[in-house]
């Protein structure tokens, strides 16, 4: 049994819609064996290390034991996903799903589960794979089954978000608000884009970092309150022990010693009632801030009274960490048994804080007379902390229905008074439902940052919804968290179509996001070089804050290795799905990798765009949960499509008139006509139908994301396929007296296309072709490439990409051939030059005067540089000054000319 891969998918994926991590089994000669088989071997044992796993059910609800027991179709790699669960539940990082698919090869199984962290997902697998090869005795090593599983709470420990985070992003996913944690640590993003705000703990991005110096300054916190005639006690700075000795005399006894800047009650001493007792604490209070102050000891309880966005919302009764006597077991043991509470963890990591008996709790315990080994009476508190934060195991009494509203609103001005958005207020009163005019209760510490645990999950009393507080001061009601994401996929045209749309947002005045595969750009700079359509580049984008659209290419690689970087999308577009990536990631046929790319548009919240001449795409309609479905053609007879019309629904057609072919958009019963195909640059006067194409599924997808016609119509009639705004996809460079086009197509659909665009260009001279297929295709892939082409040009040249992606570098261009040649292509016509760059520099050199040159490349720049720079033998014709320009597509009017001297190109009259 043996773990063969793993994938972590960071968002919707092929299995589920939620995340996941997949781990890729082989399970050897017990790949069909009944778990039932190893019941008394298992079952027990792991019910005593894991209890949770006793709760475990199955996906059609049923007991998760009870199948083990008694259902023969129970296989070991679904313990290992139960298993891999209950270990992030009981380190308070818990997945929802567990599963177990068929895996490539019989002895494989992929195990699915659900996670929270990637690093402590990853790693319970690791250890759930442990546990089980030891209890069925297929483990090379024997382990210690609880010492592993310590271990594992310990990683767990460090790496999870504590209570505090949870509730957060609890209140974050009940209120459909997106959220990413930044680091290790508990920073998180809420919401996206431009609208995101930050958080950590109790201090977010809206929390002014002059609020924070103030309440982290005791002293002149505390001389601010006072000047606002609210409660404080008497205080001073003390210099050194001798000063906080003559301090705290003139003061009075009982006093309190503190860091001016401390937190968590680290460096603090109460209730001193000597001058030696002062000299100690000053030490104490020195070590742990920048410098100590001395104030008058307030009687009463402690409470920590929560401010939020300027209301009171929660106040806590706290109570040092203590145990409670039972008349036979000692200290000692009272704190063990406490301390196995599983509401109590090592830090911030759970609701309470482990008891410690350390040098703090020596000192007082042997204030009371007490030792370790002494046995308290039965009900008797004996007390281990002088102060009562949760951090050194004190505990929390709710009493926010209880306080006097003097004291509330007591803590509101104090609050406001530093300037904090959140904010505590440490408050000593001997009656909190008294106000503090009468008790002589006051203010002793305001805390920026302060923990929420307390009010979340209290010892006595009821729970607060603090995380809801907060995110309602971040995000009040109908206010946006989400930036508009539009996201698209498809066999061919996702990169131009993407760039289209980018191109359409930024001249509406939009600041685009947009992933794509050769780059991440951020309001139309690239960010990041490279294949850019998974989730990592998505998760780049939607963290940007400058973003407020964001265009995501989606490919089937990223879906296939990590699931979506999105949780749903805006807007949805499949473009189409057409033989390509085949025998790739486990995706072997076109059915296999239409199921892929539809994950997209099952996504997909408001519109998902599909095209109805394609009839894998068509099938999509009936998987996705968008409220519109609009429809693209270029037929405008499709049956489905005009019934769709008929029924008031949307869909973009392509229609022919008098000037040629249109773009016209159907909504409401509305027909609404946008652009003439002639008029966008990028179709070359309508002739790439492809480009037409992919104009209208950006237009769609515009309209989707609600721009007016009139954006969209500019944002087409100035978008370019030129090699600085599209590089790759059908750049055309004239300025050599033949024509060349550089295309990134690499499948038959691709390479189809522009064949198609050279036919109807009708080049007069010779017809030169460059071609190849990426190495990793199957050869039929490439053998359909190779008979699209042929027969359409006079001259091929074969070559290899520069990577031949484990193939030697002469095999493709050798099937290439072979495919020409048993299409009727003269064998004297096509010749094989492996390099790339070579390839290309031979056909530029034997085009002639109306050639036209066909470039597939992979290696985009480089040939684009070599096509601009190349110096023809043959040189195109100069216009001389003063020469009448022969030919031109610009219509001269009648009674004029062009012509071209020192001045440029102009238009004269024919006199």
Request: glycine residues 8%; charged residues 25%; aromatic residues 6%.
């Amino acid at each position: 049994m043996e773990i063969l891969s793993t994938a972590v998918y960071v968002g919707p994926n092929i299995f589920d819609k939620q995340r996941l991590i997949r781990l890729t089994v082989d399970l050897g000669d017990r790949v069909g064996t009944p778990v039932s088989r190893y019941a008394s071997e298992l079952i027990a044992p792991l019910l005593h290390h894991l209890p949770g796993l006793a709760a475990a059910t199955c996906e059609n609800g049923g007991s998760f034991i009870d199948r083990m027991k008694n259902d023969d179709a129970c296989r070991l790699g679904e313990v290992l996903a139960q298993v891999a669960l209950v270990l992030q539940k009981q380190a308070a990082s818990p997945g929802e799903i567990a599963r177990v698919v068929a895996g490539m090869n019989p002895d494989e199984v992929d195990v699915l589960y659900g996670y929270v962290s990637r690093e402590i997902g990853l790693e319970a697998g690791d250890i759930a794979l442990l546990i089980i090869r030891e209890l069925i005795g297929d483990s090379a090593k024997r382990i210690d089954i609880a010492e592993e599983i310590d271990d594992f709470m310990d990683y767990a420990s460090r790496r999870t978000l504590g209570p505090s985070a949870m509730a957060l992003v609890k209140a974050a996913d009940e209120r459909d608000i997106p959220w990413i944690r930044l680091n290790d640590a508990s920073l998180i993003q809420i919401g996206q884009g431009k609208f995101q705000k930050r958080i950590e703990a109790a201090l977010s991005s809206q929390t002014p970092h002059t609020a924070v110096e103030i309440a982290s300054d005791k002293e002149f916190c505390t001389q601010l309150l006072y000047d606002l005639g609210l409660p404080v006690p008497e205080q001073r700075y003390a210099r050194n022990a001798n000063d906080a000795v003559r301090i705290a005399n003139r003061i009075g006894y009982p006093v309190v010693v503190k860091p001016v800047d401390g937190n968590h009650g680290r460096g603090v001493s109460v209730n001193l009632t000597s001058d030696r007792d002062v000299e100690t604490a000053f030490d104490i209070a020195y070590d742990e801030g920048s410098g100590v102050v001395v104030e008058s000891m307030i009687p009463g309880f402690d409470h920590r009274l929560l401010v939020i966005d300027g209301e009171l919302v929660a106040a806590a009764k706290r109570v040092p960490g203590h145990v409670v006597g039972d008349g036979e077991h000692t200290i000692e043991e009272l704190v063990d048994i406490e301390n196995q509470n599983p509401l109590r963890g090592v830090g911030h990591e759970n609701m309470l804080t482990r008891l410690e008996l350390d040098a703090a709790a020596d000192k007082m315990l042997d204030a009371q007379g007490y030792r370790y080994r002494t046995v308290p009476a039965k009900g008797e508190q004996v007390f281990l902390r002088k102060t009562a934060n949760l951090s050194t195991g004190g505990t929390a009494v709710d009493v926010t229905d209880v306080i006097h509203p003097d004291n509330k609103l007591m803590a509101e001005r104090a609050i406001k008074a530093v300037g904090l958005d959140i904010g505590g207020v440490d408050f000593l009163t001997t009656d909190i439902t008294q106000s503090f005019r009468d008790t002589g209760g006051a203010i002793c510490e305001i805390n920026a940052g302060p923990g929420i645990r307390m009010h979340i999950s209290p010892s006595e009393g009821k729970g607060r919804d603090v995380g809801g507080k907060v995110m309602d001061m971040l995000f009040p009601p109908d206010t946006p968290s989400r930036i508009p994401i539009a996201a698209l996929t498809g066999t061919n045209g996702k990169t131009t179509t993407a760039r289209m749309l980018g191109h359409v947002l930024k001249l509406a005045g939009h600041t685009v996001g947009q992933s794509s595969t050769d780059a991440v750009y951020i309001d139309g700079n690239v960010t990041v070089k490279g294949d850019m359509t998974g989730p990592f580049s998505a998760n780049m984008v939607l963290r940007d804050p400058q973003v407020d659209m964001a265009v995501l290419e989606t490919a089937r690689g990223g879906i296939v290795r990590a699931g979506l970087g999105y949780d749903f999308c805006d807007v949805g577009a499949v473009l189409n799905v057409s033989s390509d990536h085949l025998g790739i990631g486990g995706v072997d046929t076109v059915d296999e990798l239409a199921a892929v790319k539809r994950l997209v548009v099952e996504v997909a919240r408001d519109t998902a765009v599909l095209s109805a001449d394609n009839e894998y795409t068509l099938k999509m309609a009936a998987h996705t949960p968008a409220k519109n479905i609009c429809y693209v053609t270029m037929n405008k007879s499709n049956a489905l499509v005009r019934e769709h019309i008929k029924l008031g629904k949307r869909a973009v057609v392509l229609e022919q008139g008098a000037n040629g072919d249109q773009i016209v958009i159907y909504d409401n019963e509305n027909q609404i006509p946008l652009i003439w195909t002639h008029l966008i640059p990028a179709t070359i006067e309508g002739k790439a139908i492809h480009n037409v194409e992919n104009a209208m599924f950006a237009a769609a997808m515009a309209y989707a994301l609600g721009l007016t016609l009139d954006q969209i119509r500019a944002g087409l009639r100035t978008f370019n396929s030129t090699f600085y705004q599209s590089p790759g996809r059908m750049n055309v460079y004239d300025e050599h007296g033949f024509r060349v086009i550089l295309d990134y197509g690499h499948n038959e659909a691709a390479v189809g296309a522009m064949v198609d665009l050279v036919e109807r260009l009708d080049p007069k001279g010779q017809r030169i072709v460059c071609f190849t297929c990426p190495g990793d295709r199957r050869d039929e892939d490439a053998r359909a490439i190779a008979k699209r082409v042929a027969g359409k040009f006079d001259l091929y040249f074969c070559h290899s990409d520069q990577d031949p992606r484990g193939r030697e570098r002469e095999e493709i261009p050798d099937i290439l051939k072979a495919e020409l040649l048993a299409n009727g292509v003269d064998e004297d016509a096509i010749r094989i030059i492996l390099e790339e760059t070579e390839s290309l520099k031979q056909a530029l050199e034997l085009a002639r005067q109306n050639d036209l040159v066909l470039v597939f490349c992979d290696a985009i720049t480089e040939c684009w540089k070599q096509i601009i720079y190349f110096n023809p033998v043959e040189k195109p014709e100069p216009v001389s000054p003063g020469k009448v320009v022969a030919e031109s597509s610009f219509d001269v009017p009648d009674g004029f000319k062009i012509i071209s001297d020192d001045r440029g190109v102009r238009i004269i009259p024919d006199a």
